[in-house]
């Protein structure tokens, strides 16, 4: 077994045992990964964010004489105040900016790309009134499937009346699919982990170690 004397290749190997370490036990070296980790991911996304967003959008302008830009970097600032005790409580004004701005555009995005998409590729099919003529059967058969399946969802959410009679039937038929959505979900995010893991072990095998040629 010849393995490579690249110093970044010894030290992605010996950092991803690290991380795997932890199957066995809690033990210092993953601690060590794991801080090492944390900490290139703050450090890298702080210069991402510097250099990307605020530098260019905000400090940029500013010097070419667009002073509104100074109310954005001092609420910006102003976030570093609950640092200390005396004035923490200025930090509630730039969080309530950012929370008030973040939930006006996540409600626009939600609607717009989400909400009406979804009763655009649900209903549209039906609108048309030729279900069975512009699609082949299967196809049919799937896009009633898929009106089902949003309807009875929606009605299982329908916490106005009790589930009972018609609307505990619909109801209970929204629960299957749910469980189907959460279970193909769930399904994918197991195969994401393994070809990660795949991925990895690859990486040992072949990159580090040369057992895999």
């Given at each position: 077994m010849l393995m490579t004397s690249g110093p970044w290749v010894w030290i992605a190997g010996l950092l991803t045992l690290a991380i795997y370490s932890f199957l066995y036990k809690d033990n210092p070296f993953y601690k060590v990964a794991e801080?090492?980790?944390?900490?290139?991911?703050?450090?890298?996304?702080?210069?991402?964010l510097w250099w990307n967003y605020a530098y260019p959008n905000l400090f940029v302008p500013l010097g070419e004489g667009n002073y509104w830009n100074i109310i954005p970097i001092v609420l910006g600032f102003m976030m570093f105040t609950q640092l200390s005790k005396r004035t923490s409580w200025l930090v509630r004004?730039?969080?309530?900016?950012?929370?008030?701005?973040?939930?006006?555009?996540?409600?626009?995005?939600?609607?717009?790309?989400?909400?009406?998409?979804?009763?655009?590729?649900?209903?549209?099919?039906?609108a048309k009134g030729a279900l069975f003529n512009t699609y082949n059967f299967w196809t049919s058969i799937g896009l009633i499937v898929l009106l089902v399946g949003v309807l009875s969802t929606l009605t299982y959410f329908?916490?106005?009346?009790?589930?009972?009679?018609?609307?505990?039937?619909?109801?209970k038929i929204g629960v299957y699919f749910l469980m189907v959505a959460f279970g193909a979900s769930f399904g994918y995010t197991i195969m994401a982990r393994i070809s990660l893991l795949f991925g990895r072990l690859h990486f040992l095998l072949s990159d580090w170690m040369h057992i895999l040629r």
């Open positions: 801080y090492i980790f944390v900490g290139l991911s703050a450090g890298y996304w702080a210069v991402f004004f730039p969080l309530t900016f950012v929370l008030g701005v973040s939930l006006g555009l996540q409600v626009i995005a939600a609607v717009e790309g989400d909400m009406v998409p979804q009763l655009q590729g649900t209903f549209s099919p039906f329908f916490f106005s009346r009790e589930h009972k009679g018609v609307l505990g039937v619909t109801s």
